[in-house]
């Protein structure tokens, strides 16, 4: 951690906030972050160890060990190239990027896809204010929004589209100590209820 806080001292220093968010997730340690951020902020990519150790304070064995770390965990590629008849080998960081943008699309997909638009998408409407207020009561409250979302399929089962009703079910199973899918008993049956209770609008009833 020490490196890291060593390079963001440094000024012009540009890190991406993405690679910033799911290094961690991506399995990049700190010291091959640490010259990930390195690579990311020079104007020419030539693979020099002896500069990056000098600029890093690191030996230049250990950054030699790192750039093969990641080459090896295919996030960065060396290039070799011609410059005026002498070999040079420069940092190639594309693969990188590409994997930074597959973890982006990952993210959005599940958020894409979070409680809210699941009860969006069976009530086939936009939810009120009020609704989101009460779907996150029952998140504070600690029940997995997998229960939820199985009591979401019980209350669509009966026809019912209600978050009353589904309170109601969410209710009756804490009481039982359900905590997971899992916990309930596939021996239960599906109640039928009075619909009629669950048609008004009961958001509003107080006005």
């Known amino acids: 951690m020490q490196d890291i806080?060593?390079?963001?001292?440094?000024?012009?220093?540009?890190?991406?906030?993405?690679?910033l968010k799911n290094?961690?997730?991506?399995?990049?340690?700190?010291?091959e972050l640490v010259i990930l951020i390195y690579y990311l902020n020079q104007?020419?990519?030539?693979?020099?160890?002896e500069a990056?150790?000098?600029y890093l304070n690191m030996k230049m064995t250990e950054v030699m060990e790192i750039v093969a770390s990641l080459q090896n965990k295919n996030f960065i590629s060396i290039d070799?190239?011609?410059e005026r008849g002498k070999r040079a080998e420069h940092i190639n960081l594309d693969n990188l990027y590409h994997k930074l943008g597959l973890t982006f699309s990952e993210k959005t997909k599940k958020e894409d896809k979070n409680i809210f638009s699941v009860f969006e998408s069976e009530f086939g409407r936009t939810l009120?204010?009020?609704?989101?207020?009460?779907?996150?009561?029952?998140?504070?409250?600690k029940i997995a929004d997998e229960l939820i979302l199985v009591a979401l399929k019980?209350?669509?089962?009966?026809?019912?589209?209600?978050?009353?009703y589904i309170?109601?079910?969410l209710n009756d199973w804490m009481k039982k100590g359900y905590q997971k899918p899992s916990d309930i008993k596939k021996e239960i049956k599906r109640t039928k209820v009075d619909k009629t209770l669950f048609e008004y609008d009961w958001l509003n009833e107080n006005e």
Not at 23 to 31: A, D, H, M, T, V
């Open 5 to 19: 806080i060593a390079v963001l001292k440094e000024k012009d220093i540009t890190i991406p906030g993405l690679l």
């Open 167 to 169: 309170d109601a079910i």
């Open 23 to 31: 290094y961690r997730q991506l399995q990049i340690s700190e010291k």
């Open 52 to 54: 990056a150790s000098q």
């Open 128 to 141: 009120s204010p009020t609704e989101y207020e009460i779907i996150a009561a029952w998140q504070e409250q």
């Open 154 to 164: 019980e209350a669509v089962y009966n026809g019912v589209r209600s978050l009353r």
């Open 80 to 82: 070799v190239c011609d």
């Open 43 to 49: 104007n020419e990519m030539v693979y020099n160890p």
